[in-house]
């Protein structure tokens, strides 16, 4: 298996414009996680999904972030207008049903380090 | 003050030491996470555990659900050890939802 595909790798924007960070999770995956990680505050959930539909959004910093999953391959998050205070690498990460053998270990995509100047 | 601490924040042992490092959390949980993040960034779960002990290698990790305190140990370490070890907590039976300590920042010396 490919493992969870993140893209782009790297993103530099400037402040108010869109981004929009790609998530391809691992197939067969019930549940898929939006992870932030900054120096300041670590590795934050911001949202997640299971069976395409979200069911924690609470971590999403503000309405200038919107994440959507519009089937079992694919999520979005995007960041609209963003901020340098967005800057930050954002982690897409999957897992099974818990219960389903493998348990709940989460794997993580390699991480999209966003600038936002 | 963090719902998950770790410590120490920042650890530089010589090759061949055991290593170990420390996570506390103040609120009741349903499973433990360790994690290792790579000096390239990607993330690796490492354990999952709830009670007792899991071995993996030269990696151990403990939990005690009654002082709320989880280690994870590494023996004869070496330098492609050194990374930032980073443990998480579920809070709730059934949600999937993990909150993270800071991080330990691991140094291995030839």
């Known amino acids: 298996d490919a493992g969870v595909i993140q893209s782009p790798r790297h993103e530099v924007t400037e402040m108010g414009q869109e981004v929009t960070l790609r998530c391809k999770p691992i197939?067969?995956?019930?549940?898929l996680f939006w992870y932030r990680q900054t120096m300041m505050r670590g590795l934050e959930l911001l949202i997640y999904?299971?069976?395409?539909?979200?069911?924690?959004d609470s971590g999403m910093p503000e309405d200038r972030f919107s994440a959507k999953m519009p089937n079992a391959s694919f999520s979005t998050l995007k960041i609209q207008p963003s901020e340098p205070r967005d800057s930050a690498v954002y982690f897409c990460?999957?897992?099974?049903?818990?219960?389903?053998?493998?348990?709940?270990?989460?794997?993580f995509g390699p991480g999209t380090r966003l600038l936002v100047l | 003050k963090n719902e998950v601490e770790q410590s120490p924040q920042n650890l530089t042992a010589q090759e061949g030491e055991f290593i170990t490092i420390n996570c506390s959390y103040s609120?009741?949980?349903?499973?433990l996470h360790w994690l290792q993040q790579h000096p390239g960034g990607g993330i690796v779960s490492l354990f999952m555990?709830?009670?007792g002990k899991k071995k993996h290698g030269r990696l151990i990790a403990t939990i005690n659900i009654q002082e709320k305190h989880s280690s994870l140990h590494i023996t004869a370490s070496h330098p492609r050890d050194s990374a930032v070890y980073i443990c998480a907590v579920r809070l709730v039976q059934g949600a999937q939802k993990l909150v993270f300590g800071q991080g330990t920042r691991l140094t291995i010396n030839p």
């Open positions: 999904f299971n069976n395409n539909v979200p069911i924690d």
């Open positions: 609120v009741g949980i349903s499973a």
């Open positions: 197939s067969g995956h019930d549940y």
């Open positions: 990460a999957s897992s099974r049903l818990p219960g389903q053998g493998k348990g709940e270990t989460q794997y």
């Open positions: 555990l709830s009670s």
